[in-house]
Nanobody
């Protein structure tokens, strides 16, 4: 069982930056691809960014390209999501997920955190 815990969410203004961190207890962290997803009220959960077993392979959803950066530290067993130039439409609950391979689909991930709220005011 892999436990994931997100932190770093909060209320910011448009244009601000925020960094989310996902920590895990698993010793096999380096064998998992990691993803960040988000879900706004009344909407489906969507991929934000994902990273393979190392930081050399990454994926970004079009709405966040050039603004968000995903990175992982296998020594610290954490994965970060640096979010810059935040927009009101980035408001959502952000979830960290772990899976055996990098996927753009939520169904491709086996383990999920509880989520952290990000609210961007205009």
């Amino acid at each position: 069982q892999v436990q994931l815990v997100e932190s770093g969410g909060g209320l910011v203004q448009a244009g601000d930056s925020l960094k989310l961190t996902c920590t895990t207890s698993t010793r096999s962290f380096s064998s998992y691809a990691m993803g960040w997803f988000r879900q706004a009220p009344g909407q489906e959960r969507e991929i934000v960014a994902a990273v393979g077993w190392t930081s050399t392979v990454t994926y970004y959803a079009d709405p966040v390209k050039g603004r968000f950066t995903i990175s992982r530290d296998n020594a610290k067993i954490t994965v970060d999501l640096q979010m810059n130039s935040l927009k009101p439409e980035d408001t959502a609950v952000y979830y960290c997920a772990a899976g055996r391979t990098l996927s753009q689909r939520a169904s491709g991930y086996e383990y999920w955190g509880q989520g952290t709220q990000v609210t961007v005011s205009s």
